[in-house]
């Protein structure tokens, strides 16, 4: 997107940009909308070529520079981007941008999955970074980097900065912000901006799906004018983070362990019971599926198996009420597990659009492709989908005709976003450690640009 369309899509939402323009538009500020570069739905993510990044990066610093007269930059993005032949990419950004902009307040918001280091702090004037999982302060964070970038500017702010790499890399399903070990930390930085002269103190635990070199934990403490204090503080979030690092690598239980104690909670009257599959990024592992139908579970529901031949076949050999077997998911390596037939009645068929209801993201539109969903019989139900969904909110099983409120099983192909939702309905939720391309156990994953010692898999550390 570009220009006024970028304000037009993330007016009203919870995000980053809706948060810039509440505090800006309320302080009578002209906001000048340059590029909004995202992945589009569908496929599976990896590096970026260096000619991607260049196109959007340059684009981006050119059309900040044709702007003209500019008080300051607020750039929202992630952090854990990979691309061939760039580090460090989002510090490189910030870099072209400063070039085409000059001496002004650069500001940066990012995700907590954000894998950034000194680079990032030479680069921008302050960054903040989420303080929740799943998701939820995107607005807030957006607000707070709008007010400190209309201070700077009005003379009323100097922003300070420091950071630290606590030499920690983690799995995201560990990392659940109200939850140890990053509820311990987040408690922590809301104490030290409790302090006078402290604007924010930031920690992003990183994202260990991405071989790049900044892989890993970071801090970021922006202060008033206080660099002394700045890293105090910075120094001490780190040696408090490293003092947890045991807690970022604790054992989860299999695919077998966990239908298992899913069904006993169940059985018990403790459902709905959430089974969080974090390992599968494709969205076409049968680990989970497997389980369930061998251990003769009832009245679950998957809200997706990412099977684009499976969906083809469906689509154009079914239709609602038919009966049919197929053979689904098991396809994009040896992680996902074998494929699993299934045998039952299409209860619903199509590519939905609806709305997301839940903290994260409430009112943004998914629009799936083909989806067809399967009533295996006992109140079983399996989603199969030509590319991967999830439902992070009920919303994704309404669309797929499922009556989320009779399941005692819900198994999510996600890692954390699915809490801000589902721990209101859910009475548990089962981490995994299954096989898949985001496993919890790091050490199942081959490095080769992960700093040598970081915890827990750098080669410092590795037996």
Sequence with gaps: MRGQAILERSRGIPNYINGFMRVLEAEGAEIVPTVAANKGPGGFSSWLTTECFDKYSYEIADALKAAGRLDGVLLA?????????????????????????GDIPIMVTLDLHANEDQEMADAADAVFILKTYPHVDSQETGEIAARCMVETVRGNFKPAMACRRPGIISASIYQASEYHPMKDIYDRCREWEKKPGVYCVSVAPGYAYADVVDAGMSVFVVTNNDRALAEEIAQDMSDFAWSLRESFAEPLPGAEEATKMAMQLAAEGKGPVVIADGADRIGDSTHMLKELLRQ???????????????????????KVGDTVTVKIGGWYDENSGEPVEVTGKVSFMGRPIYKLIGPMGKGATVRDAFIATIDLGDNRHVVVSQRMRGANDSAGFTAAGIDYTKLDIIVLKDRVHHRAYWDSVAKVDIRTSVPGQGPSDLSLLHYENIPEDIYPVGKKWRK
């Design 77 to 101: 993005l992630h952090g854990a981007m990979a691309v061939t032949g760039v580090p460090r990419p989002e510090a490189e950004l910030v870099r072209r941008v400063r070039k085409a902009v």
């Design 296 to 318: 003769g579970a009832k009245n679950w529901g998957i809200p997706g198996i990412t099977d684009p031949k499976a969906a083809a076949w469906l689509e154009e050999n079914a």
